[in-house]
């Protein structure tokens, strides 16, 4: 598994899951790669993280660490069963395209780990964040309907593949 951020401003870590993901490897992350990633990218404090209603995120040791640091960047509430919402699953799915598209397979583990490192690091992904940036900023502000911002997503994935 890999967890990964971006924001318009630059892509982000990301990090190889080597087990299940639990609230305190969750936190581990938040702590060790968002939290300097945040600092860099929104030295003023005025970013904003966007993550999904997974157990995980949900945890209460994660919200009370959200609760600390909201003088750092904020966390925005997200709607329940929406993930055509959520830009990061979009990219993940270029991933898994490339991915697939490549021959031959890979043969293990290891090196499928690094074929995703890999295409993280191409101008695949950086590409498609501005885009996906764009339209979260959209519904952070709320000036567009769901229904509207998923055909506008479509029709920027559409023309960024």
Excluded at 17 to 46: C, D, R, W
Excluded at 85 to 99: A, K
Excluded at 136 to 153: D, V, Y
Aim: with cysteine; hydrophobic share 40%; proline share 6%.
């Amino acid at each position: 598994m890999l967890w990964g951020t971006f924001s318009w401003a630059a892509l982000g870590p990301v990090v190889v899951v080597e087990q299940t993901m639990k609230a305190a490897n969750y936190l581990s992350i938040i702590a060790e790669q968002l939290h300097p990633y945040m600092a860099f990218v929104f030295p003023t404090g005025n970013g904003i993280f966007q993550q999904d209603n997974a157990q995980c995120h949900k945890a209460r040791i994660v919200l009370e660490w959200f609760e600390e640091h909201t003088d750092e960047f904020h966390l925005m509430s997200w709607p329940l069963n929406s993930p055509d919402l959520n830009p990061m699953e979009h990219i993940w799915d270029v991933m898994e395209r490339q991915i697939r598209a490549q021959t031959p397979p890979c043969p293990n583990i290891s090196t499928l780990r690094d074929r995703c490192l890999d295409i993280w690091l191409s101008s695949h992904v950086p590409k498609t964040c501005g885009i996906y940036t764009q339209a979260s900023c959209s519904c952070f502000e709320g000036q567009r309907t769901r229904n509207a911002l998923l055909s506008w997503w479509s029709q920027c994935f559409a023309s960024s593949v």
